[in-house]
Structures are given as structure tokens and as C-alpha cells.
């Protein structure tokens, strides 16, 4: 089993909708979670950063970290053409060693 | 503009080549990762440095090697002994506060020739 989890898609639907990302992970000693946006042939772009469980929210981007569950989210409200790409979760305890999710490629239909 | 340059953006091996791909970040930050990029897998950990003529070998470290001997230089040599090149290759880098995120530059796509 890997240690972070997360459905590849791709994921389509149509602009304005609300979009739901979504990883597991087994590892309780994550204690930081990450999502990076990632365009093609571009390198991963940090969108939200959250310690410990709770929501964060950034305009459109709301994060959700339910450590009890392993289990964290992106949410994309009112998804535009412009969000089409590969969302990344990635997480870490003490020190610096980010263990990624696969990436789910999301295509947001205008 | 601080950031993290990656170079050449496109790089071609032939057999039996060593390569090599350029890291350079003006952030001030002390660590520095090299990642490997195949579809559907995600990043894996290749080498990383948290000081100067330090480092320490990542979950896929066979056939690579790296020096840091500059604190804003980090160069991941792809040998020879490397069977399997092709990907897109990230560098990255960080403070070295365990509450800090990484940083990636835009990455090098390599391909055997």
C-alpha cells in the first residue's frame, strides 16, 4: 500500500461547477499537507498549506484535513478553463521529506 | 524575482552519456531536492542537501549523483548507469524549518536519443 493515495483521474466537468480532490494517507506522523497545482511541462505550483486537521480557505481554494480519518481535500468553487491541470497533494511530518500523491489531472470544460 | 531556475528545459542523452541538469535558486534557502516526474506515479525522491558539501541519497538515488558546492547550486548528473532515464526532472528547494514548503523550479524534460 502506498503511503499517500490519490485518484489519477482525469476529472472533467463543466465550468462554474464545484470541484472535490481528494487523497488518503497511512502515515499518522503527517502533520503538514500541501495541494501544488502543476500545468503541463511546468513545475508544481504551491496552492494551499495547512497544519493539522481544520479547514483553510484562499478565494476559491478551501483545504480540509481530517487527520483522525487520513483523509485530506481541495475544494475548487466556481471552477473556471484556467483550472485545468494536475492538482498534487503532498504531506510531511518532522523534517523536510514531502511524500507525494500520484496527482489528479483536472479538466474544467468551458 | 527570487526563485529557482532549472536548465536546459529540454536535454537528449545518447547511450553510454552521462548528462547533466542545472539547479540554481536566489531564495536563501539552505535545502535543495531533486525529484523525478513519471506519469501516474507522482514525485520521487532522487537526492537532497540541507548544507553545503552535504547530501543524502532520496528512494531513487541509483544512477544519479549531485554536489552542492555553492549554496545556490545544486546539479544532478544523470550517468550512464542509469537504465531508465526518460521523465521530467524538478528541483526544488526550502528553508530548513519543517513548517516550511518546498519551492520547484519549472524542470528539465530529458529523453534518450
Known amino acids: 500500500q502506498k503511503e499517500v493515495e490519490q485518484d489519477p483521474g482525469p476529472l472533467s466537468v463543466p465550468e462554474g461547477a464545484i470541484v472535490s480532490l481528494n487523497c488518503t494517507y497511512s502515515?499518522?506522523?503527517?502533520?503538514?499537507f500541501m495541494w501544488y497545482r502543476q500545468y503541463s511541462r511546468k513545475g508544481p505550483e504551491l496552492l494551499m498549506y495547512?497544519?493539522?486537521?481544520g479547514n483553510k480557505e484562499d478565494g476559491r481554494f478551501t483545504a480540509q484535513v481530517d487527520k483522525s480519518s487520513k483523509y485530506i481535500s481541495l475544494f475548487i468553487r466556481d471552477s473556471q478553463p484556467s483550472d485545468s491541470a494536475t492538482y498534487l497533494c503532498?504531506?510531511?511530518?518532522?523534517?523536510?521529506?514531502?511524500?507525494f500523491g500520484a496527482g489528479t489531472i483536472l479538466r474544467v470544460k468551458s | 524575482d527570487g526563485g529557482i531556475t532549472q536548465s536546459p528545459k529540454y536535454l537528449f542523452r545518447k547511450e553510454g552519456q552521462n548528462v547533466t541538469l542545472s539547479c540554481e535558486q536566489n531564495l536563501n534557502h539552505d535545502a535543495m531536492y531533486w525529484y523525478r516526474q513519471d506519469p501516474g506515479q507522482g514525485l520521487r525522491l532522487i537526492y537532497y542537501s540541507q548544507i553545503v558539501n552535504d547530501f543524502q541519497k532520496g528512494d531513487i538515488a541509483e544512477g544519479y549523483s549531485v554536489s552542492r558546492e555553492k549554496k545556490e547550486s545544486f546539479p544532478l548528473t544523470v550517468t550512464s548507469a542509469q537504465k531508465n532515464p526518460t521523465a521530467f526532472y524538478l528541483c526544488?528547494?526550502?528553508?530548513?524549518?519543517?513548517?516550511?514548503?518546498?519551492?520547484f523550479g519549472d524542470g528539465t524534460r530529458l529523453s534518450i536519443l
Open positions: 495547512t497544519y493539522s486537521s
Open positions: 503532498a504531506m510531511s511530518g518532522q523534517g523536510n521529506k514531502l511524500v
Open positions: 502515515n499518522s506522523a503527517f502533520q503538514y
Open positions: 526544488a528547494s526550502s528553508t530548513l524549518d519543517s513548517n516550511q514548503p518546498q519551492h
